[in-house]
């Protein structure tokens, strides 16, 4: 699937190291990727990429779901939204250090999308 995939890919590098780290390394998306290798891990082989697409995409909304219920829990609890390393995020992630550098550099390379 990586090889098919290459030229999507390749474009990660136009951008700055201090940018792609924050890209990769942050901690919902490390914790993001743990979990989906996980599920690859388990199952073994697979029959062609749709499996292999259809298995990552149920697993993402899986994990979405588990931590949206995590924050309306914690929201109902203390009437907020903790921002503690053990809450786990995928869309409303803790602040990043660099990550204003990294919006500027995305909104140069894509004018209009990020806001």
Not at 26 to 39: A, D, G, P
Not at 57 to 82: C, F, P, S, V
Not at 96 to 104: C, D, K, M, N
């Amino acid at each position: 699937m990586f090889e098919t995939a290459w030229d999507r890919f390749i474009p990660f590098f136009a951008f700055s190291p201090a940018v792609r780290k924050l890209l990769y390394t942050t901690n919902s998306i490390e914790s993001l990727n743990y979990q989906l290798r996980k599920v690859t891990k388990a199952r073994g082989h697979f029959p062609g990429d749709d499996a292999v697409v259809k298995l990552l995409w149920l697993a993402i909304i899986n994990i979405e779901d588990k931590r949206a219920r995590e924050r309306a829990a914690t929201k109902e609890k203390t009437g907020k939204i903790k921002n503690s390393p053990s809450t786990a995020r995928l869309i409303e992630g803790q602040r990043t250090i660099g990550w204003r550098e990294a919006l500027i550099e995305l909104d140069i390379a894509y004018p209009g999308r990020i806001r």
